[in-house]
């Protein structure tokens, strides 16, 4: 059971530049979110799916797209990189169980953008 | 109001003593807290939930104030290896998005 993993650990893009970022759970949780993380503002909600096909807007979804063609996947876009965009991501995800909801976090990945 | 609120720290104690963080939330609605660890450069990972009439987990102690919106942790007998930064976390509805504090940091040194 390898949990939340993500990729790539680390990347340096340049300005403009786009890339996707890869998150894999195989916990069969319905719920997935991606999080990102900077200095002294704590973990700020991006994106989220309650399930295969859907997504919503979280806190600080401009400049990110995501999809969740599949349940084990969620991916994050980047279409035109920004040094604003610079920051470690954070996939997790969850069960659907009502009340106590755990989330589990994958490794992060650490993005520079020049 | 921030929706979640924590004293930064950091907290820099000795081995053996205790400490106490606390957090403060903003939404009366919220159903369910919880407390994550953050190891530096590393993910969050559960700690514990906190439940209405308090629970412990060993040396770790959390209660939550429905009516003053405030969840505590205590940590008893510190341990070098207790050295992270502790999120106070809120949900307001099921299968909703978590609500994180910006996190405490405890330094514990021998």
């Known amino acids: 059971n390898a949990g939340v993993t993500q990729t790539p650990k680390f990347r340096v893009l340049k300005t403009g530049q786009s890339m996707t970022l890869l998150c894999a759970q195989d916990?069969?949780?319905?719920?997935m979110y991606w999080y990102r993380q900077d200095p002294g503002m704590g973990l700020r909600l991006i994106h989220y799916?309650?399930?295969?096909?859907?997504?919503a807007k979280g806190e600080v979804p401009d400049g990110y797209n995501v999809s969740r063609l599949k349940k084990q996947n969620f991916l994050l876009g980047l279409e035109s990189a920004a040094p604003s965009q610079t920051s470690v991501y954070f996939c997790?995800?969850?069960?659907?169980?009502?009340?106590?909801?755990?989330?589990?976090f994958g490794p992060g990945t650490r993005l520079l953008v020049l | 109001r921030k929706e979640v609120e924590q004293d930064p720290g950091p907290f820099n104690v000795p081995e053996g003593a205790t400490v106490a963080f606390n957090c403060t939330y903003s939404?009366?609605?919220?159903?369910?807290f919880f407390w994550y660890r953050q190891d530096c450069r590393k993910e969050p990972k559960l700690l514990m939930s906190?439940?209405?009439s308090g629970n412990e987990d060993g040396r770790f102690t959390a209660q939550l104030n429905r009516a003053s919106q405030y969840i505590s942790l205590l940590i008893r007998d510190s341990k070098l290896s207790d050295s992270a930064t502790y999120l106070c976390v809120v949900n307001v509805k099921a299968g909703t998005a978590l609500i994180f504090g910006k996190g405490t940091t405890l330094s514990v040194s021998s």
């Open positions: 916990m069969n949780h319905e719920y």
């Open positions: 939404n009366s609605a919220s159903q369910s």
């Open positions: 906190v439940y209405s």
């Open positions: 997790a995800s969850s069960d659907q169980i009502a009340g106590l909801e755990t989330q589990y």
């Open positions: 799916s309650v399930g295969e096909g859907t997504t």
